[in-house]
């Protein structure tokens, strides 16, 4: 088997998303292609978001926000990020929601505690993978 393809799919696809992107590249490059992309995708990244990522070495400011249809058709994994979005037009083997708030226009603390939260997610997720443990 390939790589998996994973999806982290919100609205804006400007802070959670990437993040889990930005995670996902960084800790899985050897086992996930990784794309993000929003329902209304906003014009950048959120600075903040570029900021608590580069504290943890990752560098997420050349990631842009992007359309569904800029990534496949089908992934194996699908996540939404918890703001109600619906992606019922992207075919997956496995799909969840992370229930994680929007930190967009709060402080910079609550994006270090979304990037925590989406930090523990991501190994979550690989650990399943790797284990076998989704029906991919």
């Given at each position: 088997?390939g ?13 959670r998303?990437?993040?889990a992107?930005?995670?996902?590249r ?13 329902t ?9 978001a ?12 050349n ?48 994006f ?11 190994r ?13």
């Amino acid at each position: 088997m390939g790589k998996v393809k994973v999806g982290f799919i919100c609205v804006g696809n400007s802070c959670r998303s990437q993040m889990a992107e930005g995670f996902a590249r960084e800790l899985a490059a050897d086992l996930f292609e990784v794309y993000s992309a929003g329902t209304d995708p906003a014009s950048e990244i959120k600075p903040k978001a570029v900021q608590v990522m580069k504290e943890k070495g990752i560098d997420i400011s050349n990631q842009q926000p992007k359309l569904l249809k800029e990534i496949p058709e089908e992934l194996d994994i699908l996540i939404t990020m918890g703001c109600d979005v619906q992606c019922p037009a992207v075919p997956c083997s496995f799909r969840e929601d992370w229930g994680l708030d929007d930190p967009d226009g709060k402080d910079i603390e609550v994006f270090r505690q979304s990037r925590e939260i989406i930090e523990e997610k991501v190994r979550d997720l690989i650990k399943k993978v790797k284990n076998g443990k989704l029906d991919l």
